[in-house]
T-cell receptor, first 113, second 112 residues
Framework: DAMVIQNPRYQVTQFGKPVTLSCSQT?????MYWYQQKSSQAPKLLFH???????NEADTPDNFQSRRPNTSFCFLDIRSPGLGDAAMYLC????????????FGPGTRLTVT | GQQLNQSPQSMFIQEGEDVSMNCTSS?????WLWYKQDPGEGPVLLIA?????ELTSNGRLTAQFGITRKDSFLNISASIPSDVGIYFC????????????FGTGTRLQVTL
């Protein structure tokens, strides 16, 4: 089945230790998104890629970076995680055009110790 | 920026009851999406709406795109225990490319 996959599902990192979260998709969608979600709040968009074009949200901290080496994969890098970065990180994809339906992966729960 | 007000914030209902929730926007939206999120999982798309006045069903779920284009409604008929979760509306406003604005969520709990 076509899907959005996130690895790992659970990630523990130490304060200040860089961490990378991974997302892959088999939907062949050209747009990929990274969201941060805390405590059952609404997902908060960090950035998205439209093909290879990177679009950062104005309020996304510089501590968060992203890479998209090809259509299928997208990575979220947190350069120096703080305690406040503990959250669920969601990857989503969509096909650009008239349909803006976004399909989410299962998420990665990040814990910072 | 756009804001989406979703209500109610939470609701407790008995199995078999019907449920209604809604989202209102301060801006005109041209797409409305409804998602359900289970604990520890990503949101799952339930229904997508693209035209003002559109009424779409998915099993026991029915959603409507408000005619003012500033609101949307989700109804769940004959609720069952597995309906428990958080329901999010999301909308896309004109000129925002692929970005969605999410509602604050409605937490649904179903008692037997």
């Amino acid at each position: 089945d076509a899907m959005v996959i996130q690895n790992p599902r659970y990630q523990v990192t130490q304060f200040g230790k860089p961490v990378t979260l991974s997302c892959s998709q088999t939907l062949n969608h050209n747009v990929m998104y990274w969201y941060q979600q805390k405590s059952s709040q609404a997902p908060k968009l960090l950035f998205h890629y439209y093909d290879k074009d990177f679009n950062n949200e104005a309020d996304t901290p510089d501590n968060f970076q992203s890479r998209r080496p090809n259509t299928s994969f997208c990575f979220l890098d947190i350069r120096s995680p703080g305690l406040g970065d503990a959250a669920m990180y969601l990857c989503a994809t969509s096909r650009a055009g008239a349909s803006y339906e976004q399909y989410f992966g299962p998420g990665t729960r990040l814990t910072v110790t | 920026g756009q804001q989406l007000n979703q209500s109610p914030q939470s609701m407790f209902i008995q199995e078999g009851e019907d449920v209604s929730m809604n989202c209102t926007s301060s801006s005109i939206f041209n797409t409305w999406l409804w998602y359900k999120q289970d604990p520890g999982e990503g949101p799952v798309l339930l229904i997508a709406l693209y035209k003002a006045g559109e009424l779409t069903s998915n099993g026991r779920l029915t959603a409507q795109f408000g005619i003012t284009r500033k609101d949307s409604f989700l109804n769940i008929s004959a609720s069952i225990p597995s309906d428990v979760g958080i329901y999010f509306c999301a909308g896309r406003a004109t000129g925002t490319a692929s970005k969605l604005t999410f509602g604050t969520g409605t937490r649904l709990q179903v008692t037997l």
